[in-house]
């Protein structure tokens, strides 16, 4: 049972354009939604999370909007550029579970130049 | 400077064989993990340690079993290799809650 669901599965974006990648999730428990961000070869690491007493949170390019009521949350990255070119999971935790994240399936961006 | 470490980087093997992936995490976290991402790249927990004691058992065949030595180690030996096994191996650690380090991931394949 896929606890986090995430699309689209791969994303090809030119540069300078924006990426979007959504999840959404059915445990109203959770409380944190990191994204994570993998590099080929390489293991994969914290980009951005939420909470989900705000709806928005925004890093530099990259910004999570959080949407409480439909259970969704998406990650949008502005200003695309081909070093974004990765692979983005979503990820959901409850906070008393060992910390136990649930990932989303991925997503493989490719920024055109 | 190594945040979360992990050897070898790459292990290939035949069926049948024992092997084990170590990890060493040197930023004093509590919580160590180890992961399983497949072909397709999906991610799943295998086990969870917090100070030395398992908190977090996924369903994994008990060909596995994990080790930790210490809070800075979790080891991870895998008996009678399967086909199944390869994948790619990750470690992490986490200082405290919604937080953890990935180390750079051991490549496993089995023939």
């Known amino acids: 049972q896929q606890q986090v669901k995430q699309s689209p599965q791969s994303l090809i974006v030119q540069k300078g354009g924006i990426s979007i990648i959504n999840c959404a999730y059915e445990n109203t428990a959770f409380d944190y939604f990191p994204w994570y961000q993998q590099f080929p070869g390489k293991g994969p690491a914290l980009l951005i999370a939420i909470r989900p007493d705000v709806s928005e949170k925004k890093e530099g390019r990259f910004t999570i909007s959080f949407n409480k009521s439909a259970k969704q949350f998406s990650l949008h990255i502005m200003d695309s550029q081909p070093g974004d070119s990765a692979t983005y999971f979503c990820a959901a935790s409850i906070e008393g579970t060992g910390n136990q994240f649930y990932f989303g399936t991925g997503t493989s961006l490719t920024v055109i130049p | 400077d190594t945040a979360v470490s992990q050897t070898p980087k790459y292990l290939v093997t035949q069926m049948g064989n024992d092997k084990s992936i170590k990890c060493e995490q040197n930023?004093?976290?509590?919580?160590m993990y180890w992961y399983k991402q497949d072909s397709k790249k999906f991610l799943k927990i295998m086990f969870s340690y917090n100070n030395k004691e398992l908190i977090i058992n996924e369903t994994v065949p008990n060909r596995f079993s994990p080790k930790s030595p210490d809070k800075a180690h979790l080891n991870l030996h895998i008996n009678s290799l399967e086909l199944g096994d390869s994948a790619v191996y990750f470690c992490?650690?986490?200082?405290?809650?919604?937080?953890?380090?990935f180390g750079p991931g051991t490549r496993l394949t089995v023939t």
């Open positions: 992490a650690s986490s200082p405290r809650l919604h937080e953890q380090y």
């Open positions: 930023l004093g976290h509590d919580t």
